[in-house]
């Protein structure tokens, strides 16, 4: 563990990469004195609505206050990458204006000011590069722990150190109703690895097949426990959470 080196916020989603992002900046002894919770404007795929409604209970558990900011409804995302995905990545942004406000409202409240940002991309160089710019004009530093990791050894690193992850929603061939609520195991990576070789499935999820809720880890003081129907629409599904409780 390094010394920590000012005062730092973590975007969160409540999805797996936000969640070990912040765990690996945790760990490497990074000051985390926020967490920013961006909420979706109504109708967008940007967020995963299941791990929206868990992000207040995660942040309660993790322990590091939480502040929300919203997003209008524009997408700016490159229209080839609308083409290919019906839901943007779990840590991705359409629009980074509220997000700069509020991170120049922490900048503000920092006594030492803001020293960084962390994010869970991974290998969306438009989320990197638009969150790089943002921390470029506020004079931060940005630091992204699974940028370019090998997406295996990912998975099974967060699998191996305790992170508990559910599978919320589903949308890519080879995927059925049988995934919604499905923990993100060993034997689970083996079947996407199967997905992976018959349809091209990325193991993380990063081209939009699957989202995820975190609903415990190493970095949290309490599990999440929760109770959902599956809601399925012939080539894509997702969880409707009907209650969740911290254990």
Known sequence: MVASDGSWVALFSGGKDSSWALYRALEGGRDVR??????PPE????????????????TRSIGIPAIETGLPATDIEPPDLRATKRSSATDGVEDLDPLEVAL????????DGLAGVVAGVVESEF????????????????????????????????????LEIVIV??????FDADWLGRRLDR??????????????????????????????????????ALEFQREWY????????????LE
């Not at 109708?43 to 995660?58: E, F």
């Open 187 to 224: 034997a689970a990576l083996a079947d996407l690895e199967a997905l992976r070789r018959e349809h091209g499935t990325h193991l993380l999820g990063e081209n939009g097949e699957f989202e995820t809720v975190a609903t415990d880890g190493p970095h949290m003081a309490r599990p999440i």
């Open 234 to 245: 012939g080539e894509w599904g997702r969880l409707r959470i009907t209650d969740a409780r």
């Open 43 to 58: 109708g967008s795929h940007a967020y995963h609505a299941p791990a929206t409604s868990v992000a207040r209970l995660a």
């Open 127 to 162: 989320q990197a590069d638009r969150l790089r710019s943002l921390c470029d004009g506020l004079g931060c530093d940005f630091l992204a722990p699974l940028w370019r990791a090998e997406p295996r050894e990912l998975a099974a690193e967060m699998i191996d150190g305790g």
């Open 104 to 111: 120049e409202r922490l900048d503000d409240e920092f006594d």
């Open 34 to 39: 926020r967490l920013v919770v961006v909420r």
């Open 169 to 174: 929603e589903v949308s890519a061939p080879g």
